[in-house]
Nanobody, 125 residues
Framework: VQLVESGGGLVQPGGSLRLSCAAS????????IGWFRQAPGKEREGISS????????YYANSVRGRFTTSRDLAKKTVYLQMNSLEREDTAVYYC???????????????????WGQGAQVTVSS
């Protein structure tokens, strides 16, 4: 299993950024892919997940309405479109996979098995 995040960087408050998670080494239809973030000194927070077979999405309250998760099955890639970014969104962002037999919609890190290396997102003026 390999998950590779890309697209992080520095953005001003109110700006937008899109992260990508390229997936390989497993059968996409059997999994959901989640996005998590971890700010310095804070616990890892689940922010969204998407079921690869049908595209159903789930969001944490902290990002609902601002962030959108989508997938491109041909490219085996999941995206996290982040709009109206706030300084509080500054964190390392990770993608991870969860088999459909687990509670992927609860966005709990312990339900997810494999993780990418992370991408830094910094929101600052």
């Amino acid at each position: 299993v390999q998950l590779v995040e890309s697209g992080g960087g520095l953005v001003q408050p109110g700006g937008s950024l899109r992260l990508s998670c390229a997936a390989s080494g497993f059968t996409l239809d059997d999994y959901a892919i989640g996005w998590f973030r971890q700010a310095p000194g804070k616990e890892r927070e689940g922010i969204s997940s998407i079921v690869m077979s049908n595209g159903n999405t789930y969001y944490a309250n902290s990002v609902r309405g601002r962030f959108t998760t989508s997938r491109d099955l041909a490219k085996k890639t999941v995206y996290l479109q982040m709009n109206s970014l706030e300084r509080e969104d500054t964190a390392v962002y990770y993608c991870a996979i969860c088999p459909l037999g687990k509670d992927y919609y609860r966005l709990r890190p312990d339900e997810f098995d494999y993780w990418g290396q992370g991408a830094q997102v910094t929101v600052s003026s």
